[in-house]
């Protein structure tokens, strides 16, 4: 069907439309209502762009492209493919699945069969590498590039320097995000398969699917999206994207939205894969505590309201998707920003799943944690007044946290004055051997948002602080 109903303000962003009319259509109201909140969001954060598509009823029924992907695209289209970072994982943990369908190698192998001279490597499994659960620091933590970053690296030199270090735990007993897992996983993949990862999955997914995909690092020419970057409520600025071979098979992949709904729909309908990996990638680990770990090999996966779900955000320098499959109700939303800050992929989706799906999703409630708020308040209120004690802060942080951040800071938080209420969004989790905390700042008339990591204990300093816009 034609969509008719596009919001007035849009003529300003700059729209392409492309959608399928089929069984249970986006409806002209319905459309008119994406392109509201789509039009919202990216105003009030500075997101220069999204690229959405949905599936309903099995089917893609929209794609459509909104606002400045580049300094050099002139109109916004729906096939340009954005950086999706670790939704790719889901892929890597795809291709291991379908080499032990090969009967080339076990998930519950040892990567010590695999790869020599990684700590513990006889003790870790496969398995235990795509589900977190292996006691590898995490490589990249930081939702910013730090120094190293600068310079082009290989997965060797990612394995060298972070999976040769002292576990983080024992394999097997705890749940800890961690990129650098993910690297070992996409080496054995190519050990064993004996191509690239990216050109293994040409072969067996993307093809048979009709997908386009290319490594995100060569996704940087005049017709590619540029990602943004923002410094608090600072102007929006070109993101310098991390040299190459930093992501690899934890996030090396870049599409568009309507490809990535392609898979999404062989997710629904159990092809491509055979229906025992899709529902191995999707059962959730627990560990031998008990604890339900929401993650399987590559995704989230809960239930929520009684609605099951299968979900992954990436984010890359400069960009943030968040892919998200409702699998018995044959639904998915895909949303794609080049920018790193705002949260903007999250608030689209979650208001697209409200506008689509009956039900409504639960907050669950956040563990206030009171001292560390207090705490993470004092650093935003230094930050706010230009009187950051660096002391407070990490290496890696003062690197990243020059005069230009800094200034921009100050410049964009101090008019703003004392916020109304400082909270903790959800309890903090361990990444990277850091503690991730995150915090809503509000104002009467607007909301921001606090993504932080620091040291484990009383005294330890922050590796990230990072302030943002929010709805």
């Known amino acids: 069907m034609r969509l008719r109903f596009i919001a007035p303000c849009l003529a300003l962003l700059g729209v392409t439309t492309s959608s399928a009319a089929i069984a249970q259509a986006i409806s002209p109201q319905e459309s008119a209502q994406i392109d509201k909140l789509v039009a919202e969001s990216l105003a009030s954060t500075g997101v220069p762009s999204a690229s959405i598509a949905i599936v309903r009823g099995g089917e893609i029924v929209l794609t459509k492209a909104y606002g400045k992907q580049s300094e050099t695209i002139k109109k916004p ?40 001279g990684i700590t513990d490597g006889d003790k870790i499994t496969i ?45 097997g007993t705890k749940w800890q995000y961690s990129n650098t897992g993910y690297v070992v996983a996409g080496m054995i993949v190519e050990k064993v398969a ?24 060569l996704a940087t020419g005049k017709n590619d999206p540029q990602g943004y970057h923002r410094y608090a409520l600072g102007p929006v600025r070109v993101a310098q994207p991390a040299a190459y071979g930093w992501l690899f098979a934890a996030g090396e992949l870049s599409m568009s939205p309507t490809d990535l709904a392609k898979w999404d729909i062989a997710r629904i309908n159990r092809t491509v894969l055979p229906a025992d990996d899709w529902v191995a990638q999707e059962t959730p680990v627990v560990l031998p505590d008990g604890k339900n770990t929401n993650y399987g090999l590559g995704v989230f996966t809960a239930t929520r309201d009684g609605r099951r779900y299968v979900e992954h955000g990436g984010e890359a320098v400069g960009f943030l998707t968040e892919n998200i499959v409702y699998p018995d109700d044959k639904a998915a939303i895909v949303v794609a920003v080049n920018a790193d800050f705002g949260g903007t992929q999250g608030t689209i989706a979650r208001a697209i799943a409200d506008l689509i799906l009956p039900a409504k999703t ?29 002391a407070m802060m990490t290496e890696n942080w003062n690197y990243f946290f020059t005069g230009t951040a800094a200034a921009d800071y100050r410049a964009s938080l101090a008019p703003l004055g004392e916020p109304t209420s400082f909270d903790p969004l959800g309890p903090p989790r361990l990444r990277g051997g850091f ?15 606090v993504v932080s990591y620091a040291e484990p204990g009383e005294q330890g300093r922050y590796e990230q602080f990072l302030v943002m816009p929010a709805e």
């Open 362 to 390: 639960a907050t669950a409630a956040a563990d206030p944690e009171i001292a560390k708020t207090a705490q993470a308040r004092a650093v935003f209120e230094a930050m706010r007044a230009g009187t950051l004690d660096k």
């Open 194 to 217: 004996g191509m690239s990862l990216i050109d293994f999955l040409q072969a067996h997914v993307f093809k048979p699917l009709g997908m386009t995909a290319k490594d995100q690092d």
């Open 127 to 171: 398995r235990q590498l795509l589900s977190h659960t292996s006691g590898l620091q995490d490589y990249w933590p930081q939702d910013y590039s730090f120094q190293a970053m600068e310079t082009p690296t290989t997965p060797q030199k990612i394995v060298d320097r972070w999976a040769k270090k002292p576990l983080d735990y024992a394999p």
């Open 435 to 449: 503690v991730n905390r995150n915090y809503r700042v509000t104002y009467p008339d607007r909301k921001l948002v």
């Open 77 to 116: 289209r729906i096939d340009a493919p954005y950086q999706i970072a670790s939704v790719s994982k889901q892929f890597t943990a795809a291709a291991l699945l379908l080499l032990e369908d090969e009967g080339k190698l076990s998930l519950d192998d040892t990567v010590a069969k695999y790869l020599p």
